[in-house]
């Protein structure tokens, strides 16, 4: 072999080096870009092959104060003669609701409202009325009404919005206040 032969060998090895090194140096150059072009927020320098984490949180909270739940009787007194009046008067247990899930335990939602987890509350109940016989003097808790929405959220370096739930309600019964109607 003689070395104008070597040498025309060891140029066009050196060429295909460098031919090679800048196609794969582009092709780089474009999966980045087109990662970036995906990924709106995407940060440079920043590896999108992070630990994926979750959580989610409350949104739209709105309350009601002095609502009357209805849907928990916490005492009764029927009427049994005509013309008596009927009393109520002693310490209750009132029901906390409070709707959870997609993504959020009972008590991070109680905690979020600012609200115990527990789920009643003792409640004393003093009522009396007039009530005709057959009819009955029946006490309901008031307390706070929430309605809320819950988001959840999944993490890579990058924050994504995965859902958010339908409306979502909890009761807190206040522990000295009642309705007293007559059914």
Same mark, same amino acid.
């Given at each position: 072999?003689?070395?104008?032969?070597?040498?025309?060998?060891?140029?066009?090895?050196?060429?295909?080096?460098?031919?090679?090194?800048?196609?794969?140096?582009?092709?780089?150059?474009?999966?980045?870009? %087109?990662?970036?072009?995906? !990924? #709106?927020?995407? =940060?440079?320098?920043?590896?999108?092959?992070?630990?994926? $984490?979750?959580?989610? &949180?409350?949104?739209?909270?709105?309350?009601?104060?002095?609502?009357?739940?209805?849907?928990?009787?916490?005492?009764?007194?029927?009427?049994?003669?005509?013309?008596?009046?009927?009393?109520?008067?002693?310490?209750?247990?009132?029901?906390?609701?409070?709707?959870?899930?997609?993504?959020?335990?009972?008590?991070?939602?109680?905690?979020?409202?600012?609200?115990?987890?527990?789920?009643?509350?003792?409640? %004393?109940?003093?009522?009396? !009325? #007039?009530?005709? =016989?057959?009819?009955?003097?029946?006490?309901?808790?008031? $307390?706070?009404?929430? &309605?809320?929405?819950?988001?959840?959220?999944?993490?890579?370096?990058?924050?994504?919005?995965?859902?958010?739930?339908?409306?979502?309600?909890?009761?807190?019964?206040?522990?000295?206040?009642?309705?007293?109607?007559?059914?």
């Amino acid at each position: 072999m003689r070395l104008s032969s070597t040498t025309r060998i060891a140029g066009t090895v050196l060429a295909l080096s460098a031919a090679l090194l800048a196609t794969a140096t582009a092709a780089h150059a474009s999966a980045r870009s %087109a990662h970036e072009d995906a !990924s #709106p927020t995407a =940060k440079p320098g920043i590896s999108t092959r992070a630990a994926v $984490g979750k959580y989610s &949180k409350l949104i739209n909270k709105s309350k009601q104060t002095n609502y009357t739940n209805q849907k928990d009787e916490i005492a009764r007194c029927t009427a049994q003669t005509k013309g008596m009046t009927c009393m109520i008067n002693k310490t209750a247990s009132a029901t906390r609701t409070i709707d959870a899930g997609f993504g959020l335990s009972r008590g991070a939602v109680a905690g979020s409202l600012n609200i115990s987890q527990a789920k009643t509350q003792s409640v %004393a109940v003093t009522c009396s !009325s #007039p009530v005709k =016989k057959g009819h009955s003097l029946v006490a309901y808790p008031i $307390g706070t009404r929430y &309605k809320y929405k819950i988001e959840k959220h999944i993490t890579t370096p990058l924050d994504y919005k995965a859902g958010t739930s339908g409306w979502k309600h909890a009761f807190n019964p206040a522990p000295a206040k009642v309705s007293c109607k007559v059914k």
